[in-house]
Structures are given as C-alpha cells and as structure tokens.
C-alpha cells in the first residue's frame, strides 16, 4: 500500500486555507453584524472581498507561470 504524500499535503494546505477563510469571513464577519448591524457587516464584507482581489490576482499569475513552465519544457 503506497501513499501520495504530496497530494495529502496538497489536500491539507488547501483544506486549511478554506478553513481559515471561512473562519474569517464567517465569524469575523458575523462578529461585526452582531455588534454593529446589518450595514456595518455589508461595508465590513465588501472589505474583506477586497482585500481579497490581490491576494487571488497574484495566485492567478502565479498559476499561470506555473502552466507556463510546464508546457514550456515539453518543447
């Protein structure tokens, strides 16, 4: 019986990431509609998608790279 180390790895990291980031918008979030209402966790939710967009941009360039790289040294 033979394990994939790299892809369990590969499942945990992503695992977490989601996790943290449920945690942050879940709860973070509801946090801020519970202590200051409903407009509040709006503005509080278009922030956090914000501050998103560049963290989701570089992992979009750097998985182009990667795809790049790849077909790259088929040639």
């Not at 945990?12 to 519970?34: E, K």
């Amino acid at each position: 019986m033979s394990r994939d180390l790299r892809k369990y790895a590969s499942q945990t990291n992503t695992r977490l990431i989601v996790g943290a980031l449920a945690l942050l918008f879940l709860v973070g979030d509801g946090l801020i509609y519970l202590f200051y209402g409903k407009s509040a966790a709006f503005l509080g939710l278009l922030c956090l998608l914000a501050g998103m967009v560049p963290i989701v941009l570089t992992l979009a360039v750097l998985a182009l790279l990667n795809w790049i790289s790849k077909h790259a040294d088929r040639e």
